[in-house]
């Protein structure tokens, strides 16, 4: 479906779930008072509202493109955000899911910055989301995002599962694995996620064999942790 003027308003006080896939509008209200899953997959709008009264848990979102999102201010009953391929803008998002203290999983995966400074600090989500027990996280790597993304001293204490990945490895995802690890002192599970090109340069070769040096040190170091691999 594709009509880039179109505005769809959908109305349902009974409605629990939402899928939407490979549409392409101007505006898609939906008011529904009961509503408990939404995602949002393959899609091209301007402006996606919901109206709704606090009933969301599972929000996701994947391969979306979208200029205005509102989910409402009641968003207190989330307990999954998932968001992939997608260009966000941090600072607004997280205000919008930042009174989500039932929050189990969050999911960043594949994410663009709209801005180049957006940082998300392990401090806010550790504060804001103290029920969090699986984290995934996978975007491009800088040095001021890892830098201000690692400050605090706030422990992600119910993380148990945390899922870290890379499009291109470079020398700062050992130092983010690091980092992460720290402030999860009850993980039980790490996965890595990675993509590993068959033609490699020498520059390429050493980055990748530094960071499983450094991955044999942190499994030696938390021997209670699970590490698991899967490279494209």
């Known amino acids: 479906m594709s009509d880039a003027q179109v505005t769809i308003e959908l109305c349902s006080p009974t409605l629990k779930s939402v899928y939407v ?30 109206v709704g009264k606090g009933t969301l848990k599972h929000f996701k979102i994947d391969d979306v493109s979208l200029i205005h999102l509102d989910i409402g201010e009641t968003v207190d009953n989330l307990e999954i955000v998932d968001i992939s391929n997608f260009t966000i803008f941090w600072p607004k998002f997280y205000h919008m899911i930042s009174k989500s203290s039932k929050l189990r999983t ?19 989500i550790a504060n804001c989301f103290p029920q969090l027990s699986h984290l995934s996280l996978s975007y491009d790597l800088k040095d001021v995002l890892l830098h201000y993304g690692l400050q605090g001293n706030s422990n992600l204490q119910n993380v148990v599962v945390l899922e870290l990945g890379w499009t291109v490895i470079n020398d700062l995802f050992s130092h983010w694995v690091e980092g992460l690890l720290k402030r999860c002192p009850n993980l039980k599970k790490l996965i890595l996620h990675g993509i590993i090109s068959e033609a490699k340069s020498h520059e390429e070769c050493q980055i990748l064999s530094g960071f499983f040096s450094c ?18």
């Open 21 to 50: 896939e490979a549409i392409s509008l101007d505006k898609f209200i939906l008011e529904a008072d009961s509503i408990e899953c939404l995602h949002l997959k393959d899609c091209a709008l301007e402006l996606f509202e919901l």
């Open 106 to 124: 969050l999911r960043l995966w594949d994410v663009v910055f709209d801005e180049e400074e957006d940082v998300v600090d392990l401090e806010t």
């Open 215 to 232: 991955l044999f040190q942190l499994m030696g170091k938390y021997t209670a942790v699970d590490v698991q691999c899967k490279f494209d």
